[in-house]
Nanobody, 120 residues
Framework: QVQLVESGGGLVQPGESLRISCVAS????????MGWHRQAPGKQRELVAS???????DYSDLVKGRFTISRDDAKNTVYLQMNSLNSEDTAVYYC??????????????WGQGTQVTVSS
């Protein structure tokens, strides 16, 4: 099993920055990708950014150039640095981890989420 704990959300004004974190524990050796999704009320959950063990990084067009995903393998932690925040970034941000189970199965684990609110 893998457990994910997000932290760092809060209330910020437009144009400000925030960094959120996701700490993984458990069967971490099987994780091959981690990242962030977000979900606003009444909207679909959408991919924000992801990073794989091979170093491949993917960003949503909505955040590319403003957000940066990074990882600290020693701490089993993935970060999302969010700059130039605007009201459209307001959402619950969920961390995910993808891992192999056995030899043929992929499992996605979700964290509980952290609220990010951008308001003046």
């Amino acid at each position: 099993q893998v457990q994910l704990v997000e932290s760092g959300g809060g209330l910020v004004q437009p144009g400000e920055s925030l960094r959120i974190s996701c700490v993984a524990s458990g069967d971490i050796f099987s994780i091959f990708a981690m990242g962030w999704h977000r979900q606003a009320p009444g909207k679909q959950r959408e991919l924000v950014a992801s990073i794989t063990t091979n170093g491949n990084i993917d960003y949503s067009d909505l955040v590319k150039g403003r957000f940066t995903i990074s990882r600290d393998d020693a701490k089993n932690t993935v970060y999302l640095q969010m700059n130039s925040l605007n009201s459209e970034d307001t959402a619950v941000y969920y961390c995910h981890a993808d891992r192999t189970k056995g030899s043929t199965t992929t499992v996605r684990t979700w964290g509980q989420g952290t609220q990010v609110t951008v308001s003046s």
